[in-house]
């Protein structure tokens, strides 16, 4: 095989901007469109010749016209379509989150256990970015030290009421399954993951339609532990502007604050622990050095995790930027911190998964939540993406 034929499921906005750069992958032929909206399946054909429409996700995966899909559908249908795209013999790729419940998300990884010499990848492209991957170095090389503290304020995912109105699905239990944590924080929370490792056990406060006309939170400030006793706090919202975006990471050799494209590392000359047992100054502090690290490189964004993906099905055993399965572990902790505000109490991890997919059909159940009319917004998707 020297081309995948990739198939798009969901052919909205998201999708939109994952085709553009389709031309630019070697490899790529983008042969067939779902979705259930006629009009987006006629819009995205007529934008690329030759590109088979379908109705309906399903008969995409059975039509033969594909090698692999990519999921960019509303977000209850991602494990779905994965796991049917699995048992189709197909290479997946999945939008962000990859469900709605950890369980749910849990099912498409034991899917791609029975097929594991296909590719089940998630669009977690920010793991991509020099200034993360220069983190990530720091925090697995040692230099940091072993982690005490993370904090994490990001609150720089404002969101209208005019986003929220622009979809009768959007920011509802029943069509989204949630809000902040599950659209657009699913990055951040991957990226914690990603840094440090899942933490143990979770306190959370969240606010339902705290900033907006919505039932779902917009407004959550957690509470982290993990196993070796670092700890942290993680605040995000979508009602703050102007918002924050800043990261702390305290090791016992030193700290780093992450804001922008900038690093600034406070190195300190011996182990903190050490010095604090060892020192016999009262008011002593280990003598520290400040280095300043402006990244370079502009972000790869989505079209680096398509094109890894691609590569991976022609030439098996290229490391994916973000498997299937490790998507998961960002999930689970939105779920986690969304069911200890709803429920007031800590939750571990991993969490009981039966009774957090409970909780939200309750939720669905007994939601007497009236939605705003659907009205058109201007949207603007390069907008939305964190750069």
Known sequence: MDQVRLGVIGCGGMARAHIKYFPSIPGLRFTAAADAFADNVKA?????????????GMKLIQSGEVDAILICTPH????????????????VLT?????????AGA???????????LVYAAMFQMRDAPLWKRLKLMITSGQMGDIKRISWIVTNWFRTQAYYDAGSWRATW??????VLLNPCPHNLDLLCWLVGPPQTVEAKVHLGKHHHIEVEDDVTAYLQWSNGATGTFVTSTGDSPGTDRLEITGDRGKAIVEG?????????ESVAQYCATSDEAF??????????????????????????????????TP?????EEALHELELGNAMLMSGLMNQPVSLPMDRDAYDRLLKDLIAKSTFQKAAVRQAKVDLEKSFHK
């Open 44 to 56: 995205v054909c007529e934008a690329s010749p030759g590109v088979k429409g379908f109705d309906d």
């Open 76 to 91: 209850y249908f991602h494990p779905e379509l994965a796991i049917a795209g699995l048992r189709a013999g197909l290479h």
């Open 261 to 269: 494209k900038r690093i600034t590392f406070m190195h300190t000359y």
């Open 174 to 179: 029943k069509g989204e399954g949630g809000g």
């Open 284 to 317: 002593g502090q280990p003598l520290a050095d400040t280095i300043t690290i402006d990244v370079k490189g502009d972000d790869p964004g989505h079209r680096a995790v398509t094109a890894n993906f691609i590569e991976a099905i022609l030439k098996p055993g």
């Open 95 to 103: 939008e962000k989150p990859v469900a709605v419940t950890a369980k």
């Open 320 to 324: 994916l930027i973000c498997p299937g």
């Open 107 to 117: 099912q498409s990884n034991e899917e791609h256990a029975k097929q594991p010499d």
